[in-house]
């Protein structure tokens, strides 16, 4: 046992904490309600259910990888630490003046969402530079004093420092923290030139901000943590899951704690793309619903689509722009509020309408008996017969199927004039349409075709409303992994050490320079590395090289993929044929006679991933013997039907089973609709298609 490896991955979600532990081959989980006042009595109590299970202890663990909602849930909940913005004149009210766009067009009573800051902690100094990154206003300490000392009279907690083009220029930032080390030297700082150096002022200023007003929340929380686990015993490393789908240390978590904000779904991400390059697929639609949210993402060639600018917290039906946005590294996913504790109502227009809004752990749903009252995406599930009462999360809670049908009755139901059951039925189908819809739109935002895609579907609530999503969207196959209850969590324990390095700096193909680009690629490939090397020493690293691209005059860049010998020998007629392969992919056309501009240049530093063993797909060789019947709603049928239950654990390889059917385990339970059939696939996974 002392000889082999000893992993846990641990995933913070909104409802449930899962747990993951690896001894060796051999994998033992489970899941806890999260604890929203200290979330790591959740992780310890998941560790120790783990570890016993396994006959081990926590001292014997060699590695905790580790991914939270808690950065997340501070922005959205505005539970940060009293911070301040430093900027220069002139900027002081752009995190709320934002772009000026209108992400409701029509809409003439549109509110926008407040800044993370109000105007009254917003400070700005003199200092100036200009776009090429040369110093037009000096900056002094004098200019500087003034300001930190009305800073330390407010008694802020943690400093945000954003000053026009320091992404070219980082002379004024620095000096800026130099003068509040000295003056507050408890007091927090972050910087935009090391946080986000990168174009567009509105981005970088929120993304500084809002790393500053999670960081004293984060470090808090993870020096806790780092004591809990101690005390347990455990000994070894932890590591943190970043939204770029790579690990960093604690240490570098603690300082960039913004890069934290989309870790729990990114690890989703790359437990999808290993079920991808086990199955040799090059297109899957991740699908990633848990208690409080639903992540999609697209999967080409094994690989989660990145991007480098996100929104948290979208206030306004879920619309692109009503967010906040964060300019970090980030694996591109669609997410709206549609978990299994998000709750329904009733709208002035009578419609149901599902989430943001969750009923999370505390209470959780109606059926949960913790003292919840409004109808949840749960309570609808549990009424259509797609959950046992006795066995949910492996039988160690009851649910109550009465509670949940007067919820259904009293939030819907009465309003609307149809019976417990109708509501549960309206209710599935605005959720599953949600998706379904959310999908559609994040596939054709990305020139995509769903129809020749595969599902992939984790995450607690997922397989119950996988089949039904890919009837509504045409999609003809669907993967459950084994695991697929705590997919995130395992997705932990599958991603590389990375990090990803950023710049931006402005150049035209017309006037390319080779020796600039030399040193600025090999300056970003040295940061990356530097901080990869912080969680290993001794692995061999890789650079992925990225620059984003657009004609002259766009508003917005393309991710273009150099090679290594692209990028180390860079040439202009080089960079034009890459940028003008995927302008065609994405919009099916080039644009004749425009010269082309780099904005943003990019190295990720990653370890070497691990080996993927390639799965022996098998045909159906036998029916399944099943383990009873329940009655299961059928909505393409929009009736109640006979479907046959069986126990995950009870398939052998081979096995087959038609729809309708329901296929139960601790952390899941899959439902396999009227128009399909599963199989079981050797590696255990669920393989559901179109019946023939």
């Known amino acids: 046992m002392s000889q082999k490896s000893v992993r846990l991955g641990v995933d ?6 899962d747990v993951v532990l690896e001894v060796g081959q051999v994998s033992h989980s489970t899941k806890v309600l999260t604890t929203y006042s200290a979330p790591e009595t959740a992780i310890i109590e998941g560790m120790r259910q783990v570890c016993d299970a396994a006959g081990i202890t926590p001292a014997q663990i060699d590695q905790i990888i580790h991914g939270t909602t808690l950065a997340t849930n501070a922005l959205i ?14 900027f002081r009210d752009v995190i709320e003046m934002r772009t000026e766009s209108r992400f409701e067009q029509y809409d003439l009573n549109l509110t926008l969402p407040e800044p993370l800051l109000p105007r009254q902690c917003r400070y700005t100094l003199p200092g100036r530079m200009d776009a090429s990154g040369a110093e037009l206003v000096p900056l002094t300490r004098a200019q500087i004093e003034p300001v930190v000392a009305q800073i330390a009279t407010a008694g802020y907690q943690s400093v945000a420092v954003g000053l026009i083009h320091s992404y070219l220029n980082d002379t004024h930032e620095r000096l800026v923290r130099d003068v509040l080390a000295e003056m507050l030297p408890e007091v927090m700082v972050s910087l935009s030139c090391e946080v986000s150096p990168q174009m567009r002022e509105y981005e970088r200023f929120n993304t500084v901000v809002a790393n500053a007003y999670i960081k004293p929340l984060m470090k808090s929380y993870l020096g806790r943590l780092g004591g809990r686990l101690a005390g347990e015993g455990v000994r070894c490393a932890i590591f943190l899951m970043h939204s770029g789908g790579g690990i960093i240390s604690l240490e570098n978590a603690a300082e960039f704690p913004v890069r934290l904000v989309e870790s729990g779904p990114a690890g989703g991400a790359v437990f ?28 080409k060639n094994q690989t989660p689509k990145t991007s480098r600018v996100f929104e948290v917290a979208r206030t306004y039906r879920f619309k692109k722009g009503s967010g906040m946005p964060i300019s970090i590294p980030v694996i591109d996913m669609v997410e709206i509020g549609a978990g299994g504790g998000s709750l329904a109502h009733v709208d002035g227009m009578r419609q149901i309408r599902v989430g943001p809004e969750s009923a999370g752990s505390e209470p959780g749903p109606a059926c949960y008996g913790r003292g919840g009252t409004r109808p949840a995406v749960t309570d609808a599930d549990l009424v259509l017969g797609r959950l046992d009462p006795d066995s949910f999360a492996g039988g160690t809670m009851t649910l109550d199927a009465d509670a949940s049908r007067k919820a259904l009755s009293d939030g819907l139901g009465d309003l609307l004039e149809m019976d417990a059951a109708t509501a549960a039925f309206g209710l599935a189908e605005v959720v599953d349409e949600n998706m379904a819809n959310a999908a559609r739109v994040h596939a054709v935002e990305n020139g995509e075709d769903l129809s020749e895609y595969t599902m992939i579907a984790f995450g607690g609530a997922a397989p119950l409303h996988a089949g039904r999503l890919c009837e509504k969207l045409g999609v003809a196959r669907l993967l459950v992994p084994q695991g697929a209850g705590v997919g995130s969590a395992i997705g932990f324990l599958r991603a590389p050490f990375s990090f990803e390095a950023n710049r931006s700096v402005y150049m035209r193909l017309t006037a390319f320079e080779v020796g600039r680009i030399k040193t600025l690629l090999a300056d970003l490939q040295a940061e990356a590395t530097a901080f990869v090397r912080t969680c290993d020493a001794t692995a061999e690293i890789l650079s992925e090289f990225k620059v984003y691209m657009r004609y002259v005059g766009q508003g917005w860049e393309i991710p273009v993929t150099l090679t290594r010998a692209q990028a180390m020998a860079p040439e202009a007629a080089v960079f034009e044929a890459r940028f003008t392969e995927e302008y065609v992919k994405l919009f099916g056309r080039a644009v004749a006679g425009m010269d082309i501009e780099i904005t943003v240049w990019s190295v990720n530093a990653t370890t070497t991933p691990a080996e993927v063993s390639v799965v022996r797909e098998v045909a159906a060789s036998g029916e399944a013997a099943s383990a009873g019947t329940r009655q299961l709603f059928d ?22 089973l038609s729809g309708p059917a ?11 609709p009227s128009s399909r059939c599963a199989l079981r696939q050797p590696d255990g996974t669920i393989d559901m298609r179109i019946k023939p």
């Not at 913070?12 to 904490?17: L, R």
């Not at 909505?635 to 087959?656: D, K, M, N, Y």
């Open 635 to 656: 909505p393409a049928a929009g009736a109640f039907v006979t479907a046959r239950t069986v126990a995950r654990s009870g398939l052998c390889e081979g096995a087959a």
């Open 77 to 90: 909940e505005r539970r940060g630490a009293k911070t301040a913005l430093i900027t220069t004149e002139g």
């Open 662 to 672: 329901v296929i139960t385990e601790d952390e899941t339970t899959i439902i396999v």
């Open 12 to 17: 913070i979600g909104g409802t449930f904490t």
């Open 272 to 299: 999808a793309a290993t079920i991808a390059s086990r199955y040799g697929l090059d297109k899957v639609l991740s699908f990633d619903m848990g208690g409080t949210t639903a992540k999609i993402c697209l999967i």
